[in-house]
């Protein structure tokens, strides 16, 4: 079976439905921050997702300028999904991944939360 077809909408709707099941308190710590959906991870690497920035925790005051980038990449999501439901649950899993690591939460602490 091959990779899911979804349109380039379809799939940034999923995204901003991802976002909209964010907690809002969440949403509201998350200090300039952006969301980009782009089709393939840099250097062909196979990443569902990227947080591009310096952790909340690790932050100094030199670091407060460029917003962080977390990229959503539909390439790599569709080629491991089936479904559109299988799609949605994985866009869902990575926006809570990059957002923890915003926070400065490792995949460790999310995995032993239940974030596969």
């Not at 920035?53 to 100094?60: C, I």
């Not at 479904?83 to 915003?102: G, K, L, R, Y």
């Amino acid at each position: 079976m091959g990779p899911m077809q979804m349109s380039p909408d379809r799939f940034d709707e999923l995204v901003a439905d991802a976002l909209d099941q964010v907690p809002q308190e969440l949403l509201d710590m998350l200090d300039n921050v952006v969301f980009l959906v782009e089709d393939e991870a840099p250097d062909g690497q196979d990443l569902l997702g990227l947080y591009e920035g310096v952790p909340r925790t690790e932050r100094t005051w030199g670091d407060m300028g460029l917003p962080d980038r977390i990229f959503i990449y539909r390439g790599p999501t569709l080629r491991m999904c089936h479904t559109p439901e299988e799609v949605a649950d994985e866009v869902a899993i990575t926006v809570v991944h990059e957002i923890a690591h915003h926070f400065g939460i490792d995949d460790e602490r999310l995995h032993a939360l239940g974030w596969g």
